[in-house]
Structure formats: C-alpha cells, structure tokens
C-alpha cells in the first residue's frame, strides 16, 4: 500500500518551446457583393463601406460545410508545415456555426484528414476562439500530450445571417483558417492574454435559443417531437453595434498591450498586426491606441472576406503571407474578440 510520501508522477516529456509551422485558408466560391446586399436592405455601398470597411463577402455553398472547408484549410495548412498527417496529435475546431449539438465536427475533419486516432474536439470561443486554440495547443505541445496540433477557425455565418437586419446583414461571412503548431527550439507564442465578460453576455448573441425557435421537446416522446407552440423564425446574430465597438476600441486595445507586454516586445518590433476582423474602424482605433508605427504592416481582410469570426485571424495571416505583406520569421500580434464577450491576444512568430 503506498502511503503517498515519496511516489510521484512521471514528468511529461514535451518540447520547450512551441510555435506555429503552417498555415492554411479556405474562401468560399460565391462572392456577395455590397450590391448584392443592397437588395435585401435599405443602405447605400458607401453606407456599408464608411460603417464597416467591407466591399464584399464570401458565403458558402451547399457543398461548402464547416467540414469541408475545415478540411480544405488543415491539409494546406499540413502541407506548409511540411509534416504528415498521421503526425498531428490533435485537432482543435473553433465555431459558433457547426449546428449539431453532437458529436463535435473535429472528429469527422480529424479522420478526413487521416490523423489516425487523434484527439479532436471543438471549442465554442465565438470570435476569440482561434486565440483559445492556439492557447490550448501551445500547452499540449510543451506537456508532450501532442507533437503537432492542428488549430481550425471556421464558420458558416450566413446559416445565422438575418438578411432583413440592416444593423448586421451587411457584415458577416463565412470560410476557414487553420494552424499546424508544433514543437520549437525557441519561443514562437508568446503568452495568452484571455478573459471573458459575462456580463455582456447578450451584446452579440444568437436571437433565440433552439427550443424557443422550434419548439420544447414533447414530455411524452422526447427529442423527437416539438412541442406544437413557440415555433419562431430561424435563430440569427444580433449585435448591439455601439456597445461592442466601444469595447473593442477602449478595452481590448489594453489588452493587445498586455500580450505585447507578456512578450517582452514593443509595437515598433512587429511584423504584422492581426487583428480579428470585425470591422475597419475598430482596426484603425486600436492602432492609433497601440501607437502602432506606420510601418507595421495590418491585416485589412475583411474588405473582401467580411467577418468570418473565428476564422478571421488565420485567414488574414495567410493572406499577409501569400502577398508579402508578411514575411516568415516575423513577429504578429494577433488579436480575437466577440460574443461573450470573450477575447484572447498574442504576440507569435510568423511561420
């Protein structure tokens, strides 16, 4: 019988350091232009660009599901890590938009992928939830539970998009982003500054719940029959617009300078800044409240993407990416903020 005095628990045996070693995107086919929506609410494109800083957005196909656009993501995203697939340890989605309350839509990507018996679950972070998977990545490399952890943003907003609501019609989109963190000899993410607010919880929020829309499930049968009343419309996105961009603009601009801060590094050293691409104005506030220099490249995605939500952040660093705007090596700020509210900021090394 052990008396619990001198046995102990073997340490794990992770790397170092982690850091991200590939990224990969997937944007829809179908472009929906701001004329496009002009037809299902009262606006003008100047309205929309000066409000938001969008021209357009992409939306998914039937064909395009969140698996599918995840799956087209990670295996980019595999593929410029340089790794095979049977290497990632684990698989990590971020969405508001897969619509099944179970099984998690990491499982079904997992095997597309051919990960093999991987561990794969999906987080629920709205907007912030690409930072979460990074966070959560970055702590299974170093304990050694994965070698290799693939992180996915994805969304299919316009499943959630109340196209009579001239307050949020305009804004979102949908696509995928990926990540492949792995194992480092250096640092490559900095520490995860995260939080939530519970207390605004209703600020960006789906309009009703599930039972509310379709019914409460029959005392007698269960799930299977909905009860005859409260049959609503389709739950959308609601947002109080003013209240978030006050948010965003005033607290999350302290909390970009925390993870600039818990990295050790000043604006005037970054590569890129990525914010999550909620709305231009919101960008350009944050950077004048950085005193970010004018030098300092910024991701300005969702001019052609829309708000793609978790998918915002590895979309628009693949783009900075490809076009050059960024380079490898590169030290980001990224930032992701929304329903919650939640919000989570890093400052990582570009791959």
């Known amino acids: 019988m052990n008396d619990g005095s001198t046995t102990q628990i073997k340490p794990s045996n992770g790397a170092a350091y982690a850091r991200i070693l590939g990224v990969g995107g ?91 018996n991987a561990a794969a679950f999906d987080i629920s972070a709205a907007c912030a939830g690409f930072g979460y998977g990074l966070g959560l990545a970055d702590g299974m490399v170093r304990s050694g539970s994965a070698e290799y952890v693939v992180v996915i943003g994805v969304e299919r907003l316009s499943d959630l998009t109340d196209t009579t609501d001239r307050s949020t019609a305009f804004i979102f989109g949908d696509g995928a982003g990926a990540a492949v963190v792995g194992p480092s000899e250096t640092p490559g993410i900095g520490k995860v500054i995260w939080g939530a ?23 007698v049968n269960g799930a299977g029959e909905a009860a005859a009343e409260g049959h609503g419309k389709w739950p959308a996105l609601r947002m109080e617009g003013q209240t978030v961009f006050r948010w965003a603009v005033w607290d999350m601009a302290k909390v970009a300078q925390q993870a600039l801060d818990a990295a050790g590094i000043t604006a005037d050293q970054l590569g890129a800044f990525i914010p999550h691409q909620a709305n231009m104005r919101i960008t350009d506030a944050m950077i004048k409240a950085l005193k970010l220099p004018d030098s300092v490249p910024v991701a300005r995605d969702i001019a052609e993407t829309g708000n793609t939500s978790a998918a915002s952040i590895p979309l628009a660093m693949e783009r900075m990416l490809q076009s050059g705007e960024a380079k490898s090596g590169d030290l980001a700020l990224i930032i992701g903020f929304g329903a919650g509210l939640v919000y989570a900021a890093a400052v990582v090394t570009l791959p």
């Open 26 to 116: 997937y944007r829809p086919v179908r472009v929906i232009p701001n004329a496009e929506v002009l037809n299902w609410i009262e606006s003008s494109d100047e309205w929309i660009r000066t409000r938001s800083g969008i021209t357009e957005r992409r939306w998914a196909g039937p064909e395009e599901s969140v698996a599918e656009m995840s799956v087209q993501a990670a295996s980019k995203a595999i593929a410029h890590a340089g790794i095979a697939p049977e290497q990632v340890g684990a698989v990590v989605v971020a969405t508001v938009s897969h619509l099944k309350q179970t099984p998690a839509i990491a499982t079904e990507i997992a095997t597309r992928l051919g990960v093999g």
């Open 197 to 219: 607010d519970g207390t605004q919880k209703d600020v960006i929020s789906q309009t009703e719940a599930w039972d509310t829309a379709f019914g409460k499930p029959d005392a």
